[in-house]
């Protein structure tokens, strides 16, 4: 039940968000992980089978993956990686850094430097 509401409250929230009308109307599907059974939280790794159990994947789809900072770039390594197969475009963006530990950012480029390995 949880997990309809997160998903109806995406689906709103996109809606309420100010966008041209074209963007608008673009087709969107929304997929959400379920915690691990060990009551871990899901990662993208997860969240992204989800979406291949659940899709329909065409060759040269093209797909928005919308993150935070400072995991940016290591989710658009993560997911170049495990979609690779399905020879898709991937776009990742997200809200510029503002307050991050450089802890945090330096964790994330080694992260995402180790999953842009083949």
């Not at 709103?12 to 009551?39: C, D, H, N, V």
Request: charged fraction near 25%.
């Amino acid at each position: 039940m949880l997990k309809q509401k997160n998903i109806a409250l995406d689906e709103y929230l996109w809606q309420q968000t100010p966008m041209p009308e074209s963007l608008k109307t673009f087709p969107i599907k929304l997929y959400k992980a379920s915690k691990r059974s060990y009551g871990v939280r899901p990662t993208l790794y997860d969240a992204l089978m989800v979406m291949v159990n659940n899709a329909k994947i065409t060759k040269g789809e093209s797909f928005l993956l919308i993150t935070n900072n400072p995991y940016i770039c290591m989710h658009d390594a993560v997911a170049k990686k495990v979609l690779a197969p399905y020879e898709v475009n991937i776009e990742t963006v997200g809200a510029a850094m503002e307050k991050e530990s450089p802890e945090d950012v330096l964790d994330s480029i080694a992260r995402g430097l180790y999953n842009l390995q083949k």
